[in-house]
């Protein structure tokens, strides 16, 4: 069988939810999460604003010598 794939199946039993323990403490406080995240999405999208203006720029550049 040249170039094709066989897949196996298995079928699971669906896990029984589990509860989480009172006492068990998390890695990082949700506000310390979104305090790092907060800045890294703003700076993503500052970057693609800018990208994009380049590229409209040159399009339009590219369209206005087409036309010359």
């Known amino acids: ?7 196996e199946r298995e079928e ?3 896990a029984e939810p589990q ?4 006492d068990m403490i ?4 949700p506000l310390q999460i979104i305090n790092s995240i907060l800045p890294l ?14 590229a409209s720029e040159l399009a339009a ?3 206005s010598m087409q036309s010359a």
């Open 1 to 7: 069988k040249a170039g094709e794939f066989e897949v």
């Open 12 to 14: 699971l039993d669906v």
């Open 19 to 22: 509860e989480v323990p009172n």
């Open 26 to 29: 998390f890695e990082q406080d």
């Open 41 to 54: 999405c703003l700076n993503g999208q500052i970057l693609r604003t800018l990208q994009e203006a380049v």
């Open 61 to 63: 550049r590219m369209q």
